[in-house]
C-alpha cells in the first residue's frame, strides 16, 4: 500500500523540500496512537520502576544505598513523571515556536506541512506524557516559576537558529535516556510503550531541528550566531535543570533536604547527562555554536 504524501509539482523542489517530503512519508508510515497503542487500562505494577535505575539522580550515592527496593521504585516512578511533566512544558514552548515561524508561509510547501505533522505529534505526546504521569500516580509537576518565565520570554523572542537548536537540545538529552528506558525490562511495561513511541517520532523532529539550525545559521552573521549560542546555552541549562522537581523526593517518602544535597552532588548522574549530550555538543561544534560563553551555561548544567 502506497501511503507517501504527494502534491503537484509547480516548482523545482529544494533541498528543505526533500527534507520535508521524506519526513512526511516517513510519518504516513511509522506513527503512533498513544491512545490505543498504550495499556491505559491495567493498574500500574508497582514491582515496576519508572524509570532505568542508573538514571536516577540519587543512583550511586549513600542516600540511594539505604534505600529498600520498594523506595528506590517509587523513586523512579516520580522521578519519572516529573521529566514527562518538564517534556508537556517544553512541548508546548516547542509548538509556539514552530507555529510562529511558519505562519503566514506558503501552505501548500511540503516544509510547512511537515511543521504542522510536527505540531500534531506533540499534541498527542503531551496527552501520552501526561496519561503516563497520572497512572504513575505523581501529581503535576511544574518548573520552578523563573523557568516558567524564562520559557514564557524565549518562546517569544527566539527565532531561527535559537528556536530549532534549542528544540534540538532538549529532544537529543531525552532521547538517550529513553532509549534506556524503553529496553529495559525492570521498567514498568506501559512507560516502556510511551518512550519507545516518543522515541520513534522525536528522531524525525531531531532530523528537521539539525537541518533547520543549519540552514538558519547560513545566513546568520558573527554577532548574531554568539548571541544565539548563549541564548540556546542558556535554554539548555533551564531545561535540564528543570526536568527532575524537588519535590519527586518527599513524594517518594525520602528526606527532601538530604535527597536535594546529595542529588547536586552526584558525579554519577553528571556523567550520565554528559555521556547523553555527547552527540549534541558534537553537533553545535560543528555549526560554530559552542562559543566559550555558551560553554560556561553547559559546564553548570553537566552537559559537558
Known amino acids: 500500500m502506497d501511503v507517501s504524501i ?12 526533500d527534507v520535508a517530503r521524506r519526513l512526511l512519508d516517513s510519518s504516513a508510515q511509522l ?7 498504550v495499556d491505559w487500562e491495567t493498574p500500574l505494577d508497582k514491582d515496576f520502576h519508572g524509570a532505568s535505575p542508573e538514571w536516577s539522580t540519587l543512583y550511586g550515592t549513600a542516600y540511594w544505598n539505604e534505600l529498600t527496593d520498594a523506595q528506590r521504585k517509587e523513586l523512579t516512578r516520580q522521578e519519572a513523571a516529573s521529566v514527562a511533566s518538564t517534556g508537556i512544558w517544553f512541548e508546548m514552548i516547542l509548538q509556539q515556536m514552530v507555529l510562529r515561524d511558519i505562519y503566514a508561509k506558503d ?5 510547512f506541512q511537515w511543521a504542522l505533522t510536527e505540531i500534531a505529534d506533540e499534541c498527542r505526546h503531551s496527552i501520552m506524557f501526561a496519561r503516563g504521569a497520572k497512572k504513575l500516580q505523581a501529581p503535576a509537576y511544574r518548573p520552578h516559576r523563573i523557568a516558567v518565565e524564562l520559557g514564557r520570554f524565549f518562546k517569544t523572542v527566539a527565532f531561527g ?3 530549532y537548536a534549542a528544540i534540538l537540545v532538549a529532544e537529543e538529552v531525552l532521547d538517550v535516556m529513553q532509549r534506556d528506558w524503553m529496553r529495559d525490562e525492570r521498567v514498568v511495561p ?6 519507545n513511541i516518543h522515541v520513534v517520532e522525536e528522531s524525525r523532529h531531531m532530523k528537521f531541528a539539525r537541518d533547520e539550525t543549519r540552514k538558519r545559521l547560513a545566513r546568520a552573521g558573527r554577532v548574531r550566531r554568539h548571541i544565539h549560542s548563549v541564548l540556546i546555552a542558556v535554554a539548555a541549562y533551564v531545561i535540564t535543570t528543570s526536568m527532575v522537581n524537588r519535590k519527586v523526593y518527599a513524594n517518594a517518602g525520602l528526606e ?3 535527597a536535594v544535597r546529595e542529588a547536586k552532588a552526584n558525579e554519577h548522574h553528571k556523567s550520565m ?12 561544534a560543528s555549526v560554530g555554536l559552542l562559543t566559550k560563553p555558551a560553554l560556561i551555561f553547559y559546564k553548570r548544567a553537566d552537559l559537558i
Do not use: H, W
Open 256 to 258: 527532601e533536604k538530604r
Open 190 to 195: 506501559f512507560v516502556r510503550t510511551i518512550n
Open 161 to 163: 537558529e535559537a528556536a
Open 6 to 17: 504527494s502534491r503537484p509539482e509547480t516548482t523545482s523542489p529544494t533541498p528543505e523540500d
Open 31 to 37: 506513527s503512533y496512537d498513544p491512545l490505543t497503542e
Open 273 to 284: 547527562m554528559r555521556s547523553s549530550c555527547s552527540g549534541l555538543m558534537e553537533f553545535l
Open 107 to 111: 501552505p501548500t510547501a511540503d516544509t
